[in-house]
Nanobody, 118 residues
Framework: QAQLVESGGGLVQAGGSLRLSCAAS????????LGWFRQAPGKERALIAS????????YFADSVKGRFTISRDNAKITVYLQMINLKPEDTAVYYC???????????WGQGTQVTVSS
């Protein structure tokens, strides 16, 4: 069972920046699509960014386009989410997940809290 471990969450003021990291335990995941989801209180968990193995294809939800960047280091089996110009509405638990490429994310991290104060 592969494991994903997120880090980098915390409390930041509006307009600030954070970088989340997610390290995978299995080398196999270096060839999988990796994604970041978030879940705010009272809302469903939603995909906000994803990146394919080579990084050629990257997806961003409209709510984070232009502010969030996703990248990966396959040698370290790690995916990153750089977040700038954070807004209070970005407050959520952020999860990373791994998708073998068939549409379903199979492995999930435990989540890291991001809180943006106004």
């Amino acid at each position: 069972q592969a494991q994903l471990v997120e880090s980098g969450g915390g409390l930041v003021q509006a307009g600030g920046s954070l970088r989340l990291s997610c390290a995978a335990s299995e080398r196999t995941l270096s060839t999988w699509t990796l994604g970041w989801f978030r879940q705010a209180p009272g809302k469903e968990r939603a995909l906000i960014a994803s990146i394919t193995e080579t990084g050629f294809i990257r997806y961003f939800a409209d709510s984070v386009k232009g502010r969030f960047t996703i990248s990966r280091d396959n040698a370290k089996i790690t995916v990153y989410l750089q977040m700038i110009n954070l807004k209070p509405e970005d407050t959520a638990v952020y999860y990373c997940a791994a998708n073998p490429g068939q549409g379903q994310y199979l492995y999930w991290g435990q989540g890291t809290q991001v809180t943006v104060s106004s």
